[in-house]
């Protein structure tokens, strides 16, 4: 069993930086990839970006391609989502998940609460 707990969100405006932080229990932690997907208002739950077990192979949406970035300290148990030049569509509640294969498909065994990011000038 794997429980992830997000944290860092919050209301920033229009070209704000933030990091959102996913902090893992479990041993096999290490093992899994990481995924961050987001839900607006209304908006289907949507994939982010994810991070391999190795941390050597990530890959984002479209979306937010060359303005957020996942990174992983495994011996702290935690992943991190930073996140750039924000945009209005970038609100959200984030969550982070994680699995064997967790990715932009989704099959993702383990899921946070969630953290509301809010950008509004």
């Known amino acids: 069993q794997v429980q992830l707990v997000e944290s860092g969100g919050g209301l920033v405006q229009p070209g704000d930086s933030l990091r959102v932080s996913c902090a893992a229990s479990?041993?096999?932690?290490?093992?899994?990839?990481m995924g961050w997907f987001r839900q607006a208002p209304g908006k289907e739950r949507e994939f982010v970006g994810s991070?391999?077990?190795?941390?050597?192979?990530?890959s984002y949406a479209d979306a937010v391609q060359g303005r957020f970035t996942i990174s992983r300290d495994n011996a702290k148990n935690t992943v991190y989502l930073q996140m750039v030049s924000l945009k209005f569509e970038d609100t959200a509640v984030y969550y982070c998940?994680?699995?064997?294969?967790?990715?932009?498909?989704?099959?993702?065994?383990?899921w946070g609460q969630g953290t509301q990011v809010t950008v509004s000038s």
């Open positions: 479990g041993r096999a932690f290490s093992t899994y990839s």
């Open positions: 991070l391999s077990a190795n941390g050597r192979f990530t």
């Open positions: 998940a994680a699995g064997p294969i967790c990715g932009s498909r989704g099959k993702c065994d383990y």
